[in-house]
């Protein structure tokens, strides 16, 4: 199993659509979550930090399941700026570092 | 914010050639990474490093060696390069926690 798995996508919405990325771990142990976006031919940034209370950030919620070992990231209102690909991020593997998943790629639509 | 740089944003080399790709960070940290990544395949860790001198073996280190003679400057180096390290590298440094921050990206590709 991998350590961090995440549906590639494309997801392509329109405008105003809600949409909704999920992901799991493999490695209880892990400390942390986080949600990073990246867009085409650049670095990745981070996004938000993921916790078990959850947490929102404007039009982005962010949810841990740590039983079930369960990421969500939850975009409303899309814009087209949101356009990029999302990559789900977990800290505190085997060799405590950031462990990504390959990432779930996000088109936003006219 | 944590300010990372890598030398090249793109880099054409010829197989068989040695080479250099060289990250600098500028807020002291102890540890920095090596990535690359490939499409369908994300980031995918070569090395890393926790102090000066130090070095430990990522998820696929094969092919790839490094250097960090001081604490700001990580240099990954391909020994022979070859069409199957063609790809984007991507440089990182943290202080020992979480928070990451990342180069720009060295785009290499080898002919």
């Known amino acids: 199993r991998k350590e961090v798995e995440q549906d590639p996508g494309p997801f392509n919405v329109p405008e105003g659509a809600t949409v909704a990325f999920n992901c799991t771990y493999s490695?209880?142990?892990?400390?942390?979550f986080f949600w990073y976006r990246q867009d085409c031919r650049k670095e990745p940034k981070l996004l938000m930090s993921v916790y078990s209370s959850g947490n929102e950030d404007g039009r982005f919620t962010a949810q841990l399941n740590r039983a079930s070992q369960y990421i969500s990231l939850l975009i409303r209102d899309s814009k087209l700026s949101d356009s990029a690909t999302y990559l789900c991020v977990v800290y505190g593997g085997s060799q405590g570092n950031l462990i990504f998943g390959k990432g779930t790629k996000l088109s936003v639509k006219p | 914010d944590v300010k990372v740089t890598q030398s090249s944003r793109y880099l054409v080399k010829r197989t068989g050639e040695k080479v250099f790709l060289e990250c600098v960070q500028d807020m002291d940290h102890e540890n920095m990474f090596w990535y690359r990544q490939d499409p369908g395949l994300g980031l995918r860790l070569i090395y890393f490093s926790y102090d000066v001198k130090m070095k430990e073996k990522g998820d696929i280190p094969e092919g790839y060696s490094v250097s960090r003679e001081k604490k700001e400057r990580f240099s990954l180096i391909l020994e022979s390069a070859s069409t199957n390290q063609t790809s984007m590298y991507l440089c990182a440094s943290s202080p020992g926690t979480s928070r990451y921050g990342f180069g720009q990206g060295t785009r290499l590709t080898v002919v």
């Open positions: 490695n209880s142990a892990s400390q942390s």
